[in-house]
């Protein structure tokens, strides 16, 4: 897939961020990515559910929540890592030196959670097209509908793809066509 100028300017600006945070928050609470928590059960069902053994987490920040305990129903466990029982885990984010190599392989499932409406919006279908091409069984994504609390230097919003529910439902009704072996969670932060 080829990205416009515009995509890899956005991720210069994203990098820039990661290093010196925002007007709101310090560095190393900025695209930490605790956006992931919350949806850690459901994928874990997903994981179960397809029997998957590999995960792609694309877009994954800083991967805080990759290094905390998870505490579910009233057990504790050292990291996701474990509560999913999934070992080859592969966290990718450009914007993040220590997670910028983009996969060299496929995994049973893909997650992606609040990036997609970080992507410009004349790459965002060639992005959405990525994440398919590395998934072997589901992906999993999580979009933002409305603007973030959070801007760019130069005053735009960091969301720069926002579109409705049914909006994007409509692009991922083409994209489940497309990829009729790969099953397709979306869900929305609204």
Same mark, same amino acid.
């Given at each position: ?27 190393? !609470? ?132 926002? !579109? ?13 066509? !497309? ?7 979306? !869900?929305?932060?609204?």
């Amino acid at each position: 897939m080829t990205f416009s100028e515009n995509y890899f300017k956005t991720i210069n600006l994203y990098k820039k961020m990661h290093v010196t945070g925002t007007s709101k928050l310090p560095p190393q !609470k900025t695209f930490a990515g605790f956006s992931l928590v919350r949806w850690i059960p459901e994928i874990q069902a997903i994981i179960k559910k397809t029997g998957s053994k590999s995960i792609i987490d694309f877009g994954c920040g800083k991967a805080m929540a990759y290094r905390e305990q998870i505490i579910f129903n009233k057990v504790t466990y050292p990291n996701i890592r474990d509560f999913w029982g999934v070992k080859d885990i592969t966290l990718y984010d450009p914007g993040v030196k220590e997670f910028d190599l983009y996969p060299n392989s496929k995994a049973d499932g893909v997650i992606c959670t609040d990036v997609i409406e970080h992507i410009t919006s004349d790459d965002v279908i060639n992005f959405i097209e990525n994440l398919y091409i590395l998934s072997k069984i589901f992906v999993f994504l999580v979009i933002a509908t409305k603007p973030a609390s959070k801007y760019f230097d130069d005053g735009r919003n960091i969301h720069l793809t926002l !579109k409705s529910n049914q909006e994007w439902d409509i692009i991922f009704d083409k994209f489940k066509k !497309k990829y009729p072996n790969i099953q397709t969670y979306v !869900k929305y932060n609204e």
